[in-house]
C-alpha cells in the first residue's frame, strides 16, 4: 500500500505530534510504501515535492483540525484523484467552542473520507458534521518502555544524581500552566521528589520554572534520547492537567504504564474512556486528590499492574488495526 502521512517530523522525539508520526510512520514502513509530508513548514514548495513523488492511496493527516488541515487533506486528493483521505484528531482544542462554529460552515464541504478519534465527544461533534467517523489510539513502544528492577533503578538514580531515598514523583511533557504543572509545588516535600523533564519543543514558562524550582521540585529542560531510564528510575507518574494543554490520548502516561508504573492521573481526554481507574492507576477528581493517593502508593500493599492495561495498546496492534481502517476506507 502507498500511504502519505502529514505529520510533525522532527529529530527530538519529545513531543506529543512527533511522537505519534514517528512510531506510525515507522511501523508502518515495515510493510507498505510510506511518503512523509512534515507539518512544519508545511509551505507549497513542500507540498509539491511530495506530489512529484507518487499517487498514494491514502493521505492521512495527523494534526489539531483546523480549516487549513481540512483544505490541505482536499486539495492533495484534487490533486492525487482517488485517494482516500484521512485525518487523525489527535488533540481536544477540535471540541472548542470557536473550532465547532467554523467547522460546522465548511467542514460539510471539506470533509474527508475519515475521520479518526479517541474519545466520544469528538466522535459526536464530528458525526453530527457529516463525517465518517472511527476510532484509533495512540500506541506505545511496549519494548522500549519496560519495567526495571529495583538494581537497575538504584543504578539510574545514582546516574542522573537523583537521592536513592526518595519518592520520586514525575512528569514528562511541556512547562506550561495550562498543563496545570503548577499543582506539584504542592506535592513536593518530605520525602516526595517532583522531577520534570520539559520538552524542547516548546519554550517553557520561565515563571512557572521558578515557581516550581523554589518549591524544591527537579526541572530537567532538556532532550533526552534514554527517555526510558527516567521512567525507570521514577516510582510514580503523574498527570495533572485538566483541559487541552496535551493530545487526547497522552503518550508519557501511556509510556508510564507500560513501565508498570503507578500514574496518577485527572479525567483527561480519552483516559477514562479507554482505562478503569484501577490496578495502580488512579483518577483524580481534584487537586487535593493528589497528596493522599500518593500516601497510599508510598505505604506499599496497593496493586500496581498499569503494564497489563496498556499492553493491547502497543504501536504493532495500533497500526495493524490502522491496516485494516485503511484497507475498508480504500474499498468504499
Known amino acids: 500500500m502507498r500511504i502519505c502521512l502529514i505529520g510533525n517530523f522532527r529529530p527530538n522525539l519529545d513531543e506529543g505530534f512527533t511522537n505519534v508520526a514517528f512510531n506510525m510512520a515507522r511501523e508502518l514502513g515495515k510493510h507498505h510504501e510510506i511518503m ?29 483540525p483546523s480549516i487549513v488541515s481540512f483544505w490541505i487533506l482536499r486539495a492533495l486528493s484534487l490533486y492525487w484523484r482517488g ?15 470557536r473550532r465547532r462554529a467554523i467547522f460546522r460552515r465548511f467542514i460539510p464541504v471539506l470533509r474527508p473520507d ?16 457529516g ?11 511496549t519494548d522500549r518502555f519496560r519495567p526495571c528492577s529495583p538494581e537497575s533503578k538504584e543504578q539510574l538514580r545514582e546516574k542522573y544524581g537523583i537521592d536513592p ?22 506535592i513536593q516535600g518530605g520525602n516526595n521528589q517532583v522531577l520534570i523533564v520539559a520538552s524542547t519543543y516548546q519554550r517553557a514558562d520561565e515563571g512557572l520554572y521558578q515557581e516550581l524550582t523554589e518549591s524544591g521540585c527537579i ?8 527517555i526510558e531510564e527516567i521512567y525507570a528510575l521514577a516510582d510514580c507518574y503523574i498527570f495533572p492537567a485538566q483541559e487541552n494543554g496535551c493530545l487526547s490520548l497522552p503518550l508519557s502516561v501511556l509510556e508510564a504504564m507500560a513501565c508498570n508504573l503507578p500514574v496518577i492521573s485527572t479525567r483527561f481526554g480519552a483516559l477514562p ?11 483524580v477528581e481534584k487537586e487535593e486528590d493528589f497528596l493522599p493517593l500518593l500516601e497510599r502508593i508510598r505505604g506499599g500493599g496497593m496493586e500496581v499492574n498499569t503494564r497489563e492495561k496498556v499492553l493491547p495498546y502497543s504501536w504493532e496492534n495500533t497500526v495493524r488495526e490502522l491496516e485494516q481502517i485503511y484497507n475498508r476506507v480504500i474499498q468504499t
Not at 37 to 64: A, D, E, F, K
Not at 165 to 186: A, E, M
Open 83 to 97: 485517494s482516500k483521505t484521512v485525518m487523525s484528531v489527535l488533540h481536544p482544542d477540535a471540541l472548542s467552542l
Open 219 to 226: 526541572i530537567w529542560k532538556r532532550y533526552f534520547p534514554d
Open 36 to 64: 512523509k509530508l512534515n507539518l512544519w513548514p508545511l509551505s507549497c514548495s513542500t507540498l509539491c515535492r511530495g506530489v512529484i513523488r507518487g499517487h498514494p492511496q491514502v493521505i492521512h493527516y495527523l494534526t489539531t
Open 165 to 186: 531515598g526518595k519518592f520520586v514523583i514525575l512528569h514528562i511533557g511541556h512547562l506550561r500552566r495550562d498543563r496545570n504543572l503548577q499543582t506539584l509545588s504542592q
Open 273 to 283: 474512556t479507554m482505562f478503569q481507574g484501577d490496578k495502580g492507576l488512579w483518577f
Open 131 to 141: 463525517c465518517q467517523v472511527g476510532f484509533l489510539p495512540n500506541g506505545v513502544d
Open 114 to 129: 475519515l475521520v479518526l478519534v479517541q474519545y466520544p465527544e469528538t466522535e459526536e461533534m464530528f458525526t453530527t458534521f
